[in-house]
T-cell receptor
Framework: GAVVSQHPSRVICKSGTSVKIECRSL??????MFWYRQFPKQSLMLMAT?????????EQGVEKDKFLINHASLTLSTLTVTSAHPEDSSFYIC?????????????FGPGTRLTVT | AQSVTQLGSHVSVSEGALVLLRCNYS??????LFWYVQYPNQGLQLLLK??????LVKGINGFEAEFKKSETSFHLTKPSAHMSDAAEYFCAVSDKRTGANNLFFGTGTRLTVIP
C-alpha cells in the first residue's frame, strides 16, 4: 500500500523558535496532502489542505502565518510552526490523498510529536 | 455539514469476545465511510472503507463493518477480540457530493482487551 513518512517523529524546541516537519509520500505522487493536529485523547482536527504548486487552504481558526505549509513537489509537503509556544505542543499528523482511489482515500504518516518548552 | 458520532469513548471486551464499535453519521447524502485504527504514538492505519457496492465491508485484521443507510450507521465489528486489537479507533466520513477531499473524524473509541 501507499506509504507516507514524517520526519522527525519527535521534536522538542524552545518557546519562540521555529520547527519544520516533513511529510513525504514514498511510493506515489501526492498532489494533495493534509495536515492534522491531535490533542491528547482527542480526535484529529484538520488544519490545512496542501496542494502541490499552490497555496495551502487553511481551516477556520488556523493561523496561516503561524503554521506555514509548503508543497513544493509531488512527494513532499512541509509544515513549519513559527515562533512556537507551549500551547502548540501537540501531535501533528499528515496524510496524502492517493490518486485514482476515488479521490477520497488518504494514507497517514506516523505523526510528529512536538513539545515546546 | 458532515458529522460523525462514535458512541462510547471507551469499550472494554474480554479476549475472544465480540467487538462492536458504533459509528453514526449525519449527512443528507450517504458519504464515503472509513474506519481507522491508531496505536499509541503512531499515525492512523486504514482498517476498511465503504465507497459503493456491497454494504458489508471486510477489512484487515478480521474487522468488518456494515453500511446501513436507513440507520445512517457504519458499525465496526470483529467476532473475536485479540490482545493486539487494543488501540484507538476512529470512524471518518468524506463528502461524496461535493468531492471534498478532507475527512471528518469522530471523537474516537478506545478499545481495551481484557485477558
Amino acid at each position: 500500500g501507499a506509504v507516507v513518512s514524517q520526519h522527525p517523529s519527535r521534536v522538542i524546541c524552545k518557546s519562540g523558535t521555529s520547527v519544520k516537519i516533513e511529510c513525504r509520500s514514498l511510493d506515489f505522487q501526492a498532489t494533495t496532502m493534509f495536515w492534522y493536529r491531535q490533542f491528547p485523547k482527542q480526535s484529529l482536527m484538520l488544519m490545512a489542505t496542501s496542494n502541490e504548486g499552490s497555496k495551502a487552504t487553511y481551516e477556520q481558526g488556523v493561523e496561516k502565518d503561524k503554521f506555514l505549509i509548503n508543497h513544493a513537489s509531488l512527494t513532499l509537503s512541509t509544515l513549519t510552526v513559527t515562533s512556537a509556544h507551549p500551547e502548540d505542543s501537540s501531535f501533528y499528523i499528515c496524510s496524502a490523498r492517493v490518486p485514482g482511489a476515488g479521490g477520497h482515500e488518504q494514507y497517514f504518516g506516523p505523526g510528529t510529536r512536538l513539545t515546546v518548552t | 455539514a458532515q458529522s460523525v458520532t462514535q458512541l462510547g469513548s471507551h469499550v472494554s471486551v474480554s479476549e475472544g469476545a465480540l467487538v462492536l464499535l458504533r459509528c453514526n453519521y449525519s449527512s443528507s447524502v450517504p458519504p464515503y465511510l472509513f474506519w481507522y485504527v491508531q496505536y499509541p504514538n503512531q499515525g492512523l492505519q486504514l482498517l476498511l472503507k465503504y465507497t459503493t457496492g456491497a454494504t458489508l465491508v471486510k477489512g484487515i485484521n478480521g474487522f468488518e463493518a456494515e453500511f446501513k443507510k436507513s440507520e445512517t450507521s457504519f458499525h465496526l465489528t470483529k467476532p473475536s477480540a485479540h490482545m493486539s486489537d487494543a488501540a484507538e479507533y476512529f470512524c471518518a466520513v468524506s463528502d461524496k457530493r461535493t468531492g471534498a477531499n478532507n475527512l471528518f473524524f469522530g471523537t474516537g473509541t478506545r478499545l481495551t482487551v481484557i485477558p
